[in-house]
């Protein structure tokens, strides 16, 4: 199977980062992965590229805990993107949260295509490719 473009990593925990980071190269997810360490920044990049669609990344992996601009709100923001962000940019929720209420209000999104409990592993990557894309 083909490796996707380009995948964002959203989280403000560095060593998660790092840790989702190297398992998507080691395994040739994806081409590319552009880090942002807030959902503002993430929500930011998106806005510079939204018309530039080579830029945009195929899957957002979103960690729901974060500073500011947790995943909630991000995806609250997302949902304002004009169709061409919102058709090309699956989200995945990537967390370390096992908060049912936080869960169950984050799967019934219709960006959201999975919930991942932290850490990324090949398994996880290997189902993802099965089952989303």
Do not use: W
């Not at 061409?84 to 960006?111: A, F, G, P």
Request: with cysteine; hydrophobic share 40%.
């Amino acid at each position: 199977m083909k490796a996707i473009d380009l995948v964002m990593l959203v989280d403000d925990n560095e060593t998660d980062n790092f840790i989702s980071k190297r398992i998507i190269e080691i395994t040739q997810f994806a081409n590319e992965v552009e880090v942002k360490n807030s959902g503002k920044s993430a929500l930011d990049y998106l806005k510079e590229h939204e018309n530039n669609y080579d830029r945009l990344p195929n899957l957002i992996f979103l960690d729901i805990n974060m500073p500011i601009v947790d995943g909630f709100v991000f995806l609250y923001e997302f949902e304002k993107f004009n169709d061409t962000v919102k058709d090309k940019c699956k989200v995945i929720i990537l967390s370390s949260s096992d908060n049912k209420r936080d869960i169950d209000k984050i799967v019934n999104n219709n960006h959201v295509i999975r919930f991942i409990t932290k850490p990324l592993t090949e398994i996880a990557l290997d189902e993802l490719k099965k089952h989303h894309l």
